[in-house]
């Protein structure tokens, strides 16, 4: 029998609604085969950070899922959902209609070339952190340690919360 695993995926989109960008995602993702969304958090918007600066601001969301697949398979599912909704190759951390991101992955560590887990940056992105903080605040993470530590040495007050 195969063992289920937690994972964690963040969602992000700064293009062509997205609000509706990311609930359309969310949806999607929990009709994948093998995978079913546990918990989900809410919306947060906040300026692009990290990447080009004239671009809009983004709504992003994060997600635990129970998962049969494999990191890699779950990887090309998460890809195939970005292509199918419409995201093309763009500048490296420019616009995008929906960005589908593994952060955690149980407590494994992944270190290869095109593939990390822990995500690479999840320690630095406060629009990831704070989502994940809101459905998981005990976390403790492989590399990184306890998530609540992370969120304390945060001094972004740019996150916000979308109301609906
Ligand atoms: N900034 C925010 N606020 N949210 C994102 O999802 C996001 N994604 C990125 C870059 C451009 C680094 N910045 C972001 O890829």
Same mark, same amino acid.
């Given at each position: 029998?195969?063992?289920d695993a937690? %994972?964690y995926?963040?969602? =992000? +989109?700064?293009?062509?609604d997205p609000?509706?960008?990311v609930?359309y995602? !969310?949806?999607a993702? =929990?009709e994948?085969e093998?995978i079913s969304i546990?918990?989900? +958090?809410?919306?947060?918007?906040s300026p692009?950070? $990290? $990447?080009?600066a004239?671009? @809009?601001?983004? /709504?992003?969301?994060?997600? %635990?899922?129970?998962?049969?697949?494999s990191?890699?398979? #779950?990887l *090309?599912?998460l *890809?195939?959902?970005?292509?199918?909704? =419409?995201r093309t190759r763009?500048?490296?951390?420019?616009p995008r209609?929906? &960005? !589908?991101?593994i952060?955690?992955? =149980?407590?494994?560590?992944i &270190?290869?070339? &095109?593939?990390?887990?822990?995500h +690479?940056c999840?320690?630095q992105r406060?629009?990831?952190?704070i989502? #994940?903080f809101?459905?998981?605040?005990d976390l403790i993470?492989?590399?990184?340690?306890k998530? +609540?530590?992370l969120v304390? @040495?945060?001094? @972004?007050?740019?996150? *916000?919360? /979308?109301r609906?």
């Amino acid at each position: 029998m195969t063992k289920d695993a937690l %994972a964690y995926i963040g969602l =992000g +989109s700064n293009l062509n609604d997205p609000v509706v960008q990311v609930t359309y995602a !969310l949806e999607a993702l =929990g009709e994948i085969e093998g995978i079913s969304i546990l918990e989900t +958090s809410q919306f947060y918007t906040s300026p692009a950070m $990290g $990447g080009p600066a004239d671009q @809009s601001d983004y /709504v992003n969301a994060v997600a %635990a899922l129970k998962t049969v697949l494999s990191p890699r398979n #779950l990887l *090309q599912k998460l *890809q195939l959902l970005e292509r199918l909704q =419409g995201r093309t190759r763009g500048p490296r951390w420019g616009p995008r209609i929906i &960005d !589908l991101d593994i952060l955690l992955y =149980g407590d494994r560590i992944i &270190d290869e070339k &095109d593939f990390q887990v822990p995500h +690479s940056c999840l320690h630095q992105r406060a629009f990831v952190l704070i989502p #994940l903080f809101e459905i998981a605040p005990d976390l403790i993470m492989p590399n990184h340690g306890k998530l +609540s530590r992370l969120v304390d @040495s945060l001094d @972004s007050d740019e996150l *916000q919360l /979308v109301r609906n």
